[in-house]
């Protein structure tokens, strides 16, 4: 859905070490995380984390996989963009792999392994299952109950290649460095709305906002020092 964006001037993570502080506005970060490389710090977030589970009864189910890797010594983080489709509440966002859970998954697990392979031709069985981070509710209800995702995080340690299927326009890996900067973070406006919501802004200008920002604020809060 379009929007529009403002900066955000209350930075929700302030504890980002920049190596050029006086960049002009506008050029490209060139802020690195305190964890200074490789992904240990991350991997222990995840893996020590205790994720609080919302109750499946009565709700509709849907779970999606964060794909952690590392190039040139750097962690990323995978999304897709969501193929645009008339009446689809996520047409065009930036997400994650991902969907609800069919009656024939064992579990919301094969859900997000399932929905990953379909999406953009990865198949995560090869891949290490760090974690799972909570659950979080969206205001979205689906056939009149309300929607519960789980997502899942894998650790990838080469950065595979993905097929875009019919229900993604696009996916990349991202610097999760660049996530964690405040310099990216702004305000999403709706169009033909008042509501204003958090965001980041991408290397390639998209944003990122919604459940996908906040599943990607609950992983940078565990790893970024206070």
Partial sequence: MAGSTILHKSPIIPCVTCRNRDRKPGSPSNSRLHFAVPSNPIRSAVQSHDPVHIPPQGCHQAAVAMLLGELDRCPQMFFIQRALHEGDPWSGQIAFPGGSRDTADPD????????????????????????????????????????????????????????????VNDSFWTRIDHLADPANRMDHRIDRSDLHYPAIRLEGGQVLWGLTYRFVQMLIGRVVPH
């Fill in 108 to 167: 919301t697990l094969h859900t997000a392994r399932r929905e990953t392979l379909e999406e953009v031709g990865i198949s995560l069985d090869g891949y290490r299952l760090l974690g799972q981070l909570d659950d979080q509710k969206s205001h979205i209800r689906i056939n009149s109950k309300p929607l519960v995702i789980n997502c899942f995080v894998f650790e990838v340690p080469e950065l595979p290649s993905a097929v875009n299927g019919d229900e």
